[in-house]
């Protein structure tokens, strides 16, 4: 029990100072200082600076999965209220994970690592939301594909999307743009009822 609640001081000590001071700025020193943890009790969980902030990162993107979760399930909003709020989250993710954690420091494979959990967790969630829409008859796929298909496809396509936009280094006007085009591209696959 008392390993479990050391892991998780360190983790939350990270997890502050990394959105305090950003990734360069915050050593395991910093860590240690901070959390009162041993450096041996350090050792004991994680094997670096890079091994801590990766565990930080897994567990904020397993908080927004489940927020996005809460978001794609709920059927008392409609389809296209579900996808308003969806882009309401990805906005507040971007500024979190991308300016205050300093994701873009760590490793390439680690990101990409990460980014492929975050879609793996995502994906459940956004199957339910198209299931609910057409039972709901809210939506209706363009497609003659099911919904673990097209759920398949609009995450990559939205992906692309993504990557074309050059976050981490996103404007506001960006984000708009970015809104608009994921519209523009859920509407060539699915016709929403607002």
Known sequence: MKNNKTKELLLTTATDLF???GYDATGIRDILGA???STGSFYHFFDSKEAIFEAVVERYMQGYSERIGAIFVNDELSFAKRVDLFFEEFQRTVGDYYNKLQATNIHAAMRLILHEKTIELIYPYIVKMLDSGLEKKQIKYKLAIGSRELAAVLLKGIEGLIAVTGLPDVSEERLVMLKKR?????????DIKY
């Open 35 to 37: 959390s009162g943890v």
């Open 182 to 190: 994921i519209w523009e591209y859920t509407n060539l696959l699915i």
């Open 19 to 21: 959105m305090e001071q």
